[in-house]
């Protein structure tokens, strides 16, 4: 099978929820590995998916706590055109704030102002989802009706990046939609199921309190599909699209 950008990027988001998944096992490592030399034979079309692969290298290795090979990868990801200076403010990241290695990587991106406003939005979605994800986990406890609730996820941003270190990011944010709708979807199954069995074989089975849960479930279900589309990326008016340096490095709060 020939190569494509669509299937190397299908392939990143294929490695990325299987990490989220299962934990950064050395799967995940060679598949970025492999990533980045097919990528690398795509030529300039494939620029950002080299980027794509060094970077979350670099993200295994500093969870490995392996700083150098860390900001060895994060320098090659600079180098392919990376410049997510937001993901280079998440909290496993700012340890190597302090090493000059990194903060000469770090200096080299640039980025628009339109492109940074998305790099915020995509970081703050992941944090959202997460937070939805937790709470629709709690909400669901104890619910009798057998129906099912999958996670809304807000649209995906459809402007066209001004640097295609967007296009990364992009990606990291399905794989976090995609593997926490699949945690979502795999407990709510487990739920309905073992409900459906209960109501088989139990003569004490409450249904008129399944139907108010399912009633009620619905509506948790509605609103959190109008708010997950309320959240859509917007384009700031105004925002410039010449490049610039990145914000200097320790200025910008990873989003809660």
Not at 26 to 49: E, Y
Not at 73 to 82: K, M, N, P, R, T
Not at 226 to 244: I, T
């Given at each position: 099978?020939?190569?494509?950008?669509?299937?190397?990027?299908?392939?990143?988001?294929?490695?990325?929820?299987?990490?989220?998944?299962?934990?950064?096992?050395?799967?995940?490592?060679?598949?970025?590995?492999?990533?980045?030399?097919?990528?690398?034979?795509?030529?300039?079309?494939?620029?950002?998916?080299?980027?794509?692969?060094?970077?979350?290298?670099?993200?295994?290795?500093?969870?490995?706590?392996?700083a150098d090979q860390a900001i060895?990868?994060?320098?090659?990801?600079?180098?392919?055109?990376?410049?997510?200076?937001?993901?280079?403010?998440g909290g496993p990241i700012r340890?190597?704030?302090?090493?000059?290695?990194?903060?000469?990587?770090?200096?080299?991106?640039?980025?628009?102002?339109?492109?940074?406003?998305?790099?915020?939005?995509?970081?703050?979605?992941?944090?959202?989802?997460?937070?939805?994800?937790?709470?629709?986990?709690?909400?669901?406890?104890?619910?009798?009706?057998?129906?099912?609730?999958?996670?809304?996820?807000?649209?995906?941003?459809?402007?066209?990046?001004?640097?295609?270190?967007?296009?990364?990011?992009?990606?990291?944010?399905?794989?976090?939609?995609?593997?926490?709708?699949?945690?979502?979807?795999?407990?709510?199954?487990?739920?309905?199921?073992?409900?459906?069995?209960?109501?088989?074989?139990?003569?004490?089975?409450?249904?008129?309190?399944?139907?108010?849960?399912?009633?009620?479930?619905?509506?948790?279900?509605?609103?959190?599909?109008?708010?997950?589309?309320?959240?859509?990326?917007?384009?700031?008016?105004?925002?410039?699209?010449?490049?610039?340096?990145?914000?200097?490095?320790?200025?910008?709060?990873?989003?809660?």
């Open positions: 099978m020939v190569d494509t950008v669509n299937s190397l990027a299908a392939r990143v988001h294929e490695l990325l929820v299987e990490v989220m998944t299962h934990g950064p096992g050395t799967g995940g490592t060679a598949g970025l590995h492999d990533v980045v030399v097919r990528a690398a034979a795509l030529g300039p079309d494939g620029a950002w998916l080299v980027a794509a692969g060094q970077a979350n290298l670099g993200v295994l290795a500093v969870l490995r706590g392996e060895f990868h994060f320098d090659a990801a600079v180098a392919a055109g990376y410049n997510d200076c937001v993901a280079l403010h340890p190597l704030h302090g090493d000059p290695r990194f903060q000469a990587l770090y200096q080299r991106m640039r980025i628009t102002q339109a492109d940074l406003d998305e790099f915020l939005w995509l970081h703050r979605e992941m944090q959202l989802m997460l937070q939805d994800a937790q709470t629709a986990a709690v909400d669901n406890i104890g619910r009798l009706d057998t129906g099912v609730s999958p996670l809304p996820q807000a649209p995906m941003p459809t402007r066209e990046p001004d640097t295609p270190g967007v296009l990364t990011a992009r990606i990291d944010l399905a794989a976090v939609q995609t593997a926490l709708q699949r945690a979502a979807l795999k407990a709510e199954f487990q739920r309905s199921s073992g409900n459906t069995s209960l109501s088989l074989i139990d003569d004490s089975w409450d249904y008129d309190r399944a139907r108010r849960d399912a009633w009620h479930a619905d509506g948790l279900d509605s609103q959190r599909q109008r708010a997950a589309e309320a959240r859509a990326f917007v384009e700031r008016p105004g925002a410039g699209s010449a490049l610039a340096p990145c914000p200097p490095l320790g200025s910008i709060t990873y989003p809660a």
